[in-house]
């Protein structure tokens, strides 16, 4: 059985390294581990979206329409794109962040309301995560992603200290512990 | 396991090159192979070089074959173009130090201007033409087509796609093999490509390639998984195999690694065995027209599309068609589409200003390549042609010819980058110094190539670590152009002033600005934001198209108003100087009390 996590988000908010962190985290637990970033014009605060895929056998990197079993959604319109892409039932774990698109910021398109209830009409778990809020209290808007992974890392059957070894040689040294501080408090929300 | 590394295609070709003892690696920045470039730069002991073109890198990986040691160039497919002249006449040449040509096709033209299919180049160039499909075979295609370019005297073109380029997978580690650097030995009738030493290359070329089809055997690039069912043979390379294995179908698969020359004996004893031979390949039918001319009944083109990259589903959809498989079912259902997310300028971003006073003043301007080719997406609208690497200079000297004789003469602008500039904008520069015509060209020297990731340019100097910079005026005016301006972007009306009259002058005119990439360089000054008790709701900052600036309804409101988002802010404060009421304001507040 292959399993198949799809991260969507916005060119700029570091999609790239929270693909590389979750391959390393498959593969770090001995798993066969294939992923797929899109690179390049989208960059430029386009969609983007990045792929792992792991098991016992994996042969492409991309995932095969209806066959996602999670999507990490950076943004909450970026949530709503890849729906085609997930199984019935799939998980996905939801940044309450919004980033309006080139049309929406010149009022010819109107950004999706209630991202979460269109989620659940298709089917899907939804998990809402106040990730930028979090981010900031650390007094970091980038650790957005980091407190993302940490509510991910639930529903994988990974170790905790595998995450955070990962994740301790992935990001810039001076800030690992509150990287640390940001997958726990993604991982276990204090209510 | 540590010997084991999860790597992209792209590092996996550094990796191979590195471990196969190469010497001289160079590129031109362009995507989807940026990052075997920046991968090569992290080993020690060889030389990976930034070049200023593509042509520039293939001929310094070149000089480095002639010396003897194994070479690398790497580029994107349109950057095959550009060294396809020292290219065509180097394959002629009996190879010396082994070469790679790694090149990275880009179907789906996810950021390209084109979908050219670049396996033609090896038939064309004579020469073999490997395609892995995965990091593994990536890295092991490198030290595999280093030997078959010394044993067999021909270049090797690696080819990736896009996806590959940026797609992991587990790589086994080995260790380098120390380079063996024969040096040159002159011999002119070896490297002075003319008559007649050329002349008889011509015959070594056709009999290379026809000795290395028959030695595919040996390679083991190829692999034939027989499964004894006899009534379809696919036949596939590259990453539509995974695809295709991932579907899990039963059928017998010959899987290419080399996909010139064919084995092309070997294939038509093995077709004979089956009813079909149906061609998994993406793009055009290269191998299915080899195979044909080869009078081999094969199909494949009629199925699977001939533009965008191949996937699993493109594969079921395309097996559907060919009657070999049934409709599959699908999963969490078909959603209405969600509203598009297209690229746009950064926060800050010092293209704006220039795209926004060209819009207003309804300029013709004619587009190149970098990030500032965004310039045709809305609001802008500005950039009326978008083709190649330079090209700008070119196409408007044309037109403003064709206009002139029309008596519809007119004033022209083209937008340049600096990237661009260095990488083949000189020459265009060279030949329009001395127009006549109503011609304005700016130069947008943002001190890097900043669409493919911020690599350095000639420009860049005190910015990165280099030493010196060449300044653009400079070299313009040692062209002997008398009419150059510089002009600082975010003084917006004094970069207005300056544009808008060069637009009035007749013959050739430059306006350089000067203004960093923001993203790049990481400009960051404290954030503006709206007064809603003086803004009037015109909208004149949203035509200046900034990520953080839209129109919302404040709290207690009953009408929009704008707003500017203080976290994706980065102060460039150009907006402010396009409201007609001064509504947008600097904060005095400091960054930690930012909403
Ligand atoms: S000052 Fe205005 S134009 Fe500049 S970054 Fe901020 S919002 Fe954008
Ligand atoms: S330009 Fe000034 S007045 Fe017009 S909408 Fe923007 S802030 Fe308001």
């Given at each position: 059985?292959?399993?198949?996590?799809?991260?969507?988000?916005?060119g700029?908010q570091g999609?790239?390294l929270a693909t590389?962190i979750?391959?390393?985290?498959?593969?770090?637990?001995?798993?066969?581990?294939?992923t797929?970033?899109?690179i390049?014009l989208?960059?430029?605060?386009?969609?983007?979206?990045?792929?792992?895929?792991?098991?016992h056998a994996?042969?492409?990197?991309?995932?095969?329409e209806?066959q996602?079993?999670?999507?990490?959604a950076?943004?909450?319109?970026?949530g709503?794109?890849w729906v085609s892409?997930?199984?019935?039932?799939?998980?996905v774990?939801?940044?309450?962040?919004?980033?309006l698109p080139?049309r929406?910021?010149?009022?010819?398109?109107d950004?999706?309301?209630?991202?979460?209830?269109?989620?659940?009409?298709h089917?899907?778990?939804?998990?809402?995560v106040e990730?930028?809020?979090?981010a900031?209290?650390?007094?970091?808007?980038?650790?957005a992603n980091t407190?993302l992974?940490?509510?991910?890392?639930?529903?994988?059957?990974f170790?905790p200290?595998?995450?955070l070894e990962?994740?301790?040689?992935?990001?810039?040294?001076?800030?690992i512990e509150?990287n640390?501080a940001a997958f726990g408090?993604g991982?276990?929300?204090?209510? | 396991?540590?010997?084991?590394?999860?790597?992209?295609g792209?590092?996996?070709i550094?990796?191979?090159?590195f471990?196969?003892?190469?010497?001289?690696?160079?590129?031109?920045?362009?995507?989807p192979?940026?990052e075997?470039?920046?991968?090569?730069?992290?080993?020690?002991?060889?030389?990976?070089h930034?070049?200023?073109?593509e042509?520039?890198?293939?001929?310094?990986a070149?000089?480095?074959?002639?010396?003897g040691?194994r070479s690398?160039?790497?580029?994107?497919h349109?950057?095959?173009n550009?060294a396809?002249?020292?290219?065509m006449?180097?394959?002629?040449?009996r190879?010396?130090?082994g070469?790679?040509?790694?090149?990275g096709?880009d179907p789906g033209?996810?950021?390209?201007q084109?979908?050219?299919?670049s396996?033609?180049?090896?038939?064309?160039?004579?020469?073999a033409l490997?395609?892995?499909?995965?990091?593994?075979?990536?890295?092991?295609?490198?030290?595999?087509?280093?030997?078959?370019?010394?044993?067999y005297?021909m270049p090797?073109i690696?080819?990736?796609?896009?996806?590959?380029?940026?797609?992991?997978?587990?790589?086994?580690?080995?260790?380098?093999?120390?380079?063996?650097?024969a040096?040159?030995t002159?011999?002119?009738a070896?490297y002075?490509?003319?008559?007649p030493h050329?002349n008889?290359?011509?015959?070594?070329?056709?009999?290379?390639?026809?000795?290395?089809?028959?030695?595919?055997?040996?390679?083991?690039?190829?692999?034939?998984?027989d499964?004894?069912?006899?009534?379809?043979?696919?036949v596939t390379?590259?990453?539509?195999?995974?695809?295709l294995?991932?579907?899990d179908?039963?059928y017998?698969?010959?899987k290419?690694?080399?996909?010139?020359p064919?084995?092309?004996a070997?294939?038509?004893e093995?077709?004979?065995?089956?009813?079909?031979v149906?061609?998994?390949?993406?793009?055009?039918?290269?191998?299915?027209?080899q195979l044909?001319?080869?009078?081999?009944?094969?199909s494949?083109?009629?199925?699977?599309?001939?533009?965008g990259?191949?996937?699993?589903?493109?594969?079921?959809?395309?097996?559907v068609?060919?009657?070999i498989?049934?409709?599959?079912?699908?999963?969490a259902g078909?959603?209405p589409p969600?509203?598009p997310?297209?690229p746009?300028?950064c926060s800050g971003?010092?293209?704006?200003?220039?795209?926004?006073?060209?819009q207003?003043?309804k300029?013709?301007v004619?587009?190149?390549?970098g990030?500032y080719?965004?310039g045709?997406?809305?609001?802008?609208?500005v950039l009326?042609t978008?083709?190649s690497?330079?090209a700008?200079?070119?196409?408007?000297?044309?037109m403003?010819?064709?206009?002139?004789t029309?008596?519809k003469?007119?004033?022209?602008v083209?937008v340049?980058?600096?990237?661009t500039?260095f990488?083949s904008?000189?020459?265009?520069?060279?030949?329009?110094?001395?127009?006549?015509?109503n011609?304005t060209?700016?130069?947008?020297d943002?001190?890097?190539?900043?669409m493919?990731g911020?690599q350095?340019t000639?420009?860049t100097?005190?910015?990165g670590?280099?030493?010196?910079a060449?300044s653009?005026t400079?070299v313009?005016?040692?062209?002997?152009?008398q009419?150059?301006?510089?002009?600082?972007?975010f003084?917006y009306?004094?970069?207005?002033?300056?544009i808008m009259g060069?637009?009035?002058?007749?013959?050739?005119?430059?306006?350089?600005v000067?203004?960093?990439?923001?993203?790049?360089?990481?400009?960051?000054?404290?954030?503006?934001?709206?007064?809603?008790?003086i803004?009037i709701?015109?909208?004149?900052?949203?035509g200046?198209n900034c990520?953080?600036i839209?129109?919302?309804?404040y709290?207690g409101?009953n009408?929009?108003?704008?707003?500017?988002?203080?976290?994706?802010?980065?102060?460039?404060?150009?907006?402010s100087?396009?409201?007609?009421?001064?509504?947008?304001?600097?904060?005095?507040?400091?960054?930690?009390a930012?909403?």
């Amino acid at each position: 059985m292959t399993t198949n996590i799809l991260i969507a988000g916005v060119g700029g908010q570091g999609l790239v390294l929270a693909t590389r962190i979750v391959g390393g985290v498959a593969f770090r637990a001995g798993l066969q581990v294939k992923t797929c970033d899109v690179i390049g014009l989208a960059q430029r605060g386009g969609m983007v979206w990045g792929s792992v895929r792991f098991g016992h056998a994996v042969h492409s990197p991309l995932i095969p329409e209806g066959q996602g079993d999670f999507l990490l959604a950076m943004e909450e319109l970026e949530g709503l794109r890849w729906v085609s892409l997930l199984k019935a039932g799939a998980v996905v774990v939801l940044s309450r962040e919004t980033i309006l698109p080139n049309r929406a910021l010149l009022e010819k398109d109107d950004y999706p309301k209630d991202v979460p209830a269109q989620l659940a009409t298709h089917g899907l778990k939804t998990v809402c995560v106040e990730a930028n809020s979090i981010a900031r209290q650390l007094g970091n808007k980038r650790l957005a992603n980091t407190v993302l992974l940490g509510a991910l890392s639930n529903y994988l059957p990974f170790a905790p200290d595998t995450w955070l070894e990962v994740l301790r040689e992935s990001v810039p040294s001076a800030t690992i512990e509150l990287n640390e501080a940001a997958f726990g408090l993604g991982r276990t929300p204090s209510l | 396991m540590s010997n084991i590394a999860l790597l992209t295609g792209n590092q996996a070709i550094a990796r191979g090159f590195f471990e196969a003892g190469g010497v001289v690696a160079a590129s031109y920045p362009g995507s989807p192979t940026v990052e075997i470039m920046e991968s090569l730069k992290e080993y020690k002991d060889m030389h990976a070089h930034w070049a200023m073109n593509e042509k520039v890198a293939l001929e310094i990986a070149i000089g480095g074959s002639f010396a003897g040691a194994r070479s690398l160039a790497s580029m994107k497919h349109v950057g095959v173009n550009i060294a396809a002249d020292p290219f065509m006449t180097f394959t002629q040449i009996r190879t010396h130090g082994g070469f790679v040509l790694v090149v990275g096709d880009d179907p789906g033209l996810s950021s390209s201007q084109n979908e050219q299919d670049s396996r033609f180049f090896a038939k064309f160039a004579h020469c073999a033409l490997l395609e892995p499909s995965t990091p593994q075979e990536a890295k092991d295609y490198v030290g595999l087509g280093l030997s078959i370019s010394e044993e067999y005297g021909m270049p090797v073109i690696i080819r990736l796609t896009s996806t590959l380029c940026h797609s992991r997978g587990a790589v086994l580690l080995g260790e380098r093999t120390p380079p063996s650097i024969a040096g040159f030995t002159p011999d002119q009738a070896r490297y002075c490509m003319l008559p007649p030493h050329a002349n008889a290359q011509q015959h070594f070329m056709q009999e290379r390639i026809a000795k290395l089809a028959l030695a595919t055997d040996s390679l083991a690039l190829n692999t034939y998984e027989d499964t004894d069912r006899r009534d379809v043979l696919l036949v596939t390379s590259g990453l539509p195999y995974q695809f295709l294995a991932e579907l899990d179908l039963g059928y017998s698969v010959f899987k290419l690694g080399l996909c010139y020359p064919l084995p092309i004996a070997k294939l038509k004893e093995i077709a004979a065995e089956y009813a079909r031979v149906i061609v998994i390949e993406e793009l055009m039918p290269f191998i299915e027209e080899q195979l044909r001319a080869a009078g081999i009944d094969a199909s494949g083109k009629q199925f699977f599309p001939f533009t965008g990259a191949l996937t699993t589903d493109g594969i079921r959809v395309g097996l559907v068609r060919a009657g070999i498989l049934q409709q599959g079912t699908t999963g969490a259902g078909t959603p209405p589409p969600a509203i598009p997310r297209t690229p746009m300028l950064c926060s800050g971003c010092p293209h704006r200003p220039v795209f926004h006073i060209l819009q207003k003043a309804k300029a013709l301007v004619i587009g190149d390549i970098g990030c500032y080719s965004l310039g045709i997406l809305e609001p802008f609208e500005v950039l009326k042609t978008n083709l190649s690497m330079g090209a700008s200079l070119g196409i408007m000297q044309g037109m403003a010819m064709a206009h002139r004789t029309a008596d519809k003469a007119r004033a022209f602008v083209a937008v340049i980058g600096d990237g661009t500039f260095f990488h083949s904008g000189l020459s265009g520069f060279a030949n329009i110094t001395e127009s006549k015509e109503n011609i304005t060209i700016i130069v947008l020297d943002n001190r890097t190539t900043a669409m493919t990731g911020g690599q350095p340019t000639p420009t860049t100097g005190d910015l990165g670590q280099a030493t010196h910079a060449i300044s653009i005026t400079e070299v313009l005016k040692s062209f002997g152009i008398q009419d150059i301006s510089v002009a600082d972007q975010f003084d917006y009306s004094n970069t207005k002033n300056v544009i808008m009259g060069a637009m009035k002058r007749d013959g050739l005119s430059v306006v350089v600005v000067t203004r960093p990439c923001a993203l790049n360089f990481d400009v960051r000054e404290p954030h503006f934001y709206v007064d809603r008790d003086i803004c009037i709701s015109c909208r004149a900052c949203i035509g200046v198209n900034c990520p953080p600036i839209s129109m919302k309804v404040y709290e207690g409101q009953n009408k929009k108003n704008s707003y500017i988002d203080p976290n994706m802010c980065v102060g460039c404060s150009v907006c402010s100087q396009v409201c007609p009421v001064k509504a947008i304001k600097r904060s005095t507040a400091p960054e930690e009390a930012r909403p």
